[in-house]
């Protein structure tokens, strides 16, 4: 595991200004913040932060303002759902860096929270621009990165922040790297991987990091359909990358080359339209789909054999949906492998590990996500952790 710093390593910060990247990039309607869940991902930090004496400023960014101010996209939206969430008075200050910015933290207390603006609003975040981070780490003594998020992005608040102060990772983001480490770092073995989803040019350096690490790699959803094609299975008007046949058959040799079983659906769930509960639906073997029909879920015999295999494994790492779970009954098999894979879990036999935008959607609607060891919330930097890349965020956390 990479060594990082954490908030145990912290000295004195009493009367300490601390710059603290959070995640504030919150879903929005009618100028009305819907959902706190960032928010209170990151309050653990915040309030130890102020526990401990420090003044603690709040760094984010809120959209695409490409480098220019915003009213629409100004981080003044968030202050109250912050305070809502910490239960505390939060300053909101409409800078970055320079003199009105440092006047207004030299009137917060130790212990007070504050804002700073939305930082893609300058040109200097995206770009990293040393300078720019030189004018923001004159208002603190130390950064704290909490928003692993956006720790896929080499961006002034998410990075090079970390190179001029003296620099931590927050709670949430210790516990994200703590998960992810249990879950192929240093992975009790064997090891499950289950990758499913729309299509495989999506996930093509995901698949091909892991055929070279875990024991068992369970291909589902409409990925699983070229791999099936790939194989000189038929599947009909699927959704299919028949471009990619190639490179499916290119995994599929690496897998084998590296001792890694492959499992393919045997068993699929068919219709001739993609609506809920059509009168076409059927379920049937793979080599039985007819020219007209598409494979939309993994059959329930397949599921169970799938089951069975997470049965003999002690961690897995999930992403991607087994089949087109919005639409019933096009949801079994996510769900019903969802439900193996959180029993086990809470028995104690498996180590769980789940992310990806529409993987938490489903396994919060399969009512499992609070029996998963852990599910990432973040969807980019959570795939290119499964991809094997080293993040930018997280690797000057180490150094
Ligand atoms: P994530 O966001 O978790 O990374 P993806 O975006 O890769 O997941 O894939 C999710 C999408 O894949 C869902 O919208 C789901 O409907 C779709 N999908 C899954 N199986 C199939 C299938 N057999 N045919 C068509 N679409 C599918
Ligand atoms: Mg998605």
């Given amino acids: 595991m990479s060594v990082f710093r954490t908030l145990d390593d912290l000295g004195d910060i009493q009367g300490k200004v601390a710059l603290v990247r959070v995640d504030l990039n919150l879903p929005m309607r009618d100028g009305s913040v819907t959902d706190t869940t960032r928010v209170r991902a990151a309050a653990p930090t915040i309030l130890e932060l102020a526990d401990k004496g420090a003044k603690v400023l709040l760094l984010a960014h809120f959209g695409r303002p490409g480098g220019e101010r915003s009213s629409t996209m100004s981080l003044s939206m968030m202050v109250g759902a912050v305070e809502g969430v910490i ?66 992005r080499a961006h002034a608040t998410t990075e090079g922040l970390a190179r001029v102060l003296p620099a931590y990772a927050g709670r949430s983001m210790q516990a994200e790297l703590e998960a992810l480490d249990k879950a192929l770092g240093e992975p009790k073995k064997p090891v499950a991987a289950v990758v499913g ?148 879990t809470r028995e104690g036999s498996l180590v769980s590990v789940a992310g990806g935008g529409d993987t938490v959607a489903a396994l919060n609607y399969a009512g499992v996500a609070d029996d998963f060891s852990y599910i990432s919330t973040a969807g980019g930097a959570f795939l290119e952790w499964m991809e094997g890349r080293e993040l930018p965020g997280v690797a000057v956390l180490g150094q």
């Avoid at 791999?227 to 084998?256: M, P, Q, R, Y």
């Fill in 87 to 152: 239960g505390k008075e939060v300053m909101f200050i409409p800078e970055l860096s320079g003199d009105v910015a440092k006047q207004a933290v030299g009137i917060l207390r130790p212990g007070d929270v504050g804002i700073l603006e939305n930082s893609r609003f300058w040109k200097g975040e995206e770009a990293n621009d040393p300078a720019f981070c030189a004018a923001i780490a004159e208002l603190g003594d130390i950064y704290v990165n909490d928003a692993f998020s956006a720790a896929h």
């Fill in 197 to 344: 989803g729309a299509k495989v040019s999506s996930k093509l350096d995901v698949l091909l990091h892991l055929v070279g690490l875990v024991d068992h790699l369970i291909i589902g959803g409409g990925m699983a359909n070229t791999f099936l094609a790939a194989k000189g299975v038929d599947v009909g008007k699927s959704l299919c990358e028949h471009d990619l046949t190639g490179t499916a058959n290119d995994i599929l040799a690496a897998a084998e080359a590296s001792g890694c079983t492959v499992h393919l659906p045997y068993e699929v769930v068919v219709s001739k339209e993609f609506a809920a509960n059509p009168a076409s639906l059927r379920t049937c073997n793979v080599h039985e789909v007819a020219a007209d029909e598409m494979i939309l879920d993994v059959g329930p015999a397949a599921v169970e054999a799938l089951g069975d295999v997470l049965k003999t494994c002690r961690t897995l790492v999930w992403n991607g949906p087994m089949g087109a779970f919005e639409t019933e009954p096009f949801d079994a098999a996510t769900v019903a492998l969802a439900r193996t894979a959180a029993a086990l």
